[in-house]
């Protein structure tokens, strides 16, 4: 019996009825394209349906965990649909095989290495087909295709594939995807919404059951029917459900065994999600047997909750791709009994896991968040000063540090940066307000008469918020929830200087997992300090430009995963990243960062995020939030290395 047999037997098993198996797996890498030994590509023919090929050209993979990608362009005369996909390729050659539609492709050589989605597309990039695991090939319903070619951003179709193991210097490889194509307009569009979890989730040791839950309330332009499901996790996972949840009612879209093979299985039947309704997932997990906290990542060492869902849409309108990663605390104590009963066993699929099932890694580096303004939030009346920063805990609370009826004006400072003293009198309206990330309602608020002129805020893992205030030249430590007092007070009271017991107003602080932390010591010194846990100072470097000035250093990041801490240059408008003790790496610099760049994040899920453009002009208007969202910029491309 083949694979193709032991899963056809499996969806009878697992859904209890006859039904025509619908296989594709997607396992959410980067995507290779190859030229194979025929290479035909696509040209437009007589017959408006035709065949491309995407082949790797003979190539020999020299390291464990190598991915390639190969792409090719497709007419932009006129709009194009796939309706079926069929994979060529073994899988002790290729662990698994992604497909992606990208405006401009992340390179334009034959072949090019691409472990990192910044490396698969430099814009535009869109998920469309998955494979491993000697999966069928995949046929969509009729009327149904994925559009690409003229006004739908996907110019270029690039396929990545990821080789576990190294060849022999002998063996090269051609592992690749068939697509029948068409020019015939389809009546609807093939999408794939994802839910998965964020990072910020942890799994603790020695438990029998854990749930992580995605929530989220789906925007959408058309209703989508979603007609099949894939779900995936790591090793700890026991079961996984997706839910739509209309006017309070809860439908069971699908509910599957992560160490199963990875394979899209049909749904009972295509249910309609509208405008508004939600989207719900909850993964379950069993770490009954190990002892470590687990955190939510893309390693082998992570765990995962992604649960997929294909639909189709209306072609006039309607979306082809969707995504969240939300977390919504009143579905949450809303799932029905059964969410997390595992399914009954199933010899044939837990025998082929046995088998060699290896719990396949994916990467979460796709599933960047899309910048949506949330309306009617926050939910109740929330009255801001000009905004310092931003921050968002563990627990997805939001901490805002703003300058209450204050504000930071020319005459603010002296020519020497001395707080003026009309200015020297603390703020007498709370500073710091802690928000509910998901109806908007206010936690708690604190910070009254602390503070002259806020600036950063930091939240560690521990929860201990750390705050900058520009008007003190001073940096600070506080317990979570806040205090009357700092635990850590850095620099002297009121009195700028360029030692190493003095700031000149700085501006950011990044704290790294072991304690250290790093301030931007960033308006008047344009330097970078790092500091014991305890407050000694360990090092210090400057933040140079090529022009002779003193560039603001007006956020700092870390990539504790790629061993950087990274400045941004305001006026520069660039970013440096630097080694952890300082040495220099590289600049990123793009001109989507114009006019101003104010703010970095780094995910070692996503990447890095910036915040730039216009937001000092919109400080006043007590919209922080929804500007914040609307003027960032991913960079994939940007993903460090």
Known sequence: MNLRDFLLMAVVHVRGTAVVVFMLVILHECCN????????????????????????????????????????????????????????????????????????????????????????????????????RNAPPTTLPHDVGFRIGAGTGINHLVLQVHYAHPFPASKTDYSGINLSITSLTQKYLAGIFILAAAPYFEIPGKKSKVHIDVECQVNIPKTIYPFAYRVHTHTLGTVVTGYRVKNGVWTLLGKGNPQWPQAFYPMDQAYAVNDEDFLAARCTYDSTDRERVTKIGSTANDEMCNFYIMYYTDAQGGQAYGECSNYIQELTDHFPMDSDVPLPPNPLLDELHEAGHDGAIESNDDLVPVPKIVEEWPASALHLGDVGGIAVDGRQSVHVFHRSHRMWNKLTFDERYNLQNSYRKPIDGDTVVTLDSGTGSIVSQWGANLFYMPHGITIDTHGNVWLTDVGSHQVYKFPAGGAAQPLLTLGVHFEPGRDAQHFCQPSDVAVHSSGEFYVADGYCNSRIMKFAADGSLITQWPVAVPERINPVIHSITLAEDKGLICAVVRMKTLINCYNLDGSFVQTIQHDEFKPQLFAIEYSSNFGMFAVFCCLFLLFYTGTFFHILYMYYLFLPQCILY
Request: net charge positive; charged share 20%; with cysteine.
């Open 33 to 132: 394209v190859r030229a194979s030994p025929s290479s035909r590509g696509y040209s437009e023919a007589a017959s408006p349906t035709s065949q491309m090929d995407i082949f790797m050209p003979g190539v020999v993979p020299l390291k464990h965990d190598q991915y390639f990608c190969t792409g090719k362009q497709v007419t932009l005369d006129t709009n194009l649909y796939i309706t079926m996909l069929k994979a060529h390729a073994k899988m002790e050659d290729a662990h698994h095989m992604l497909l992606f539609g990208c405006e401009v492709p992340g390179s334009r050589q034959a072949v090019w290495g691409c472990e990192f989605l910044g490396k698969v597309c430099k814009t535009g990039l869109k998920i469309i087909y998955a494979w491993a």
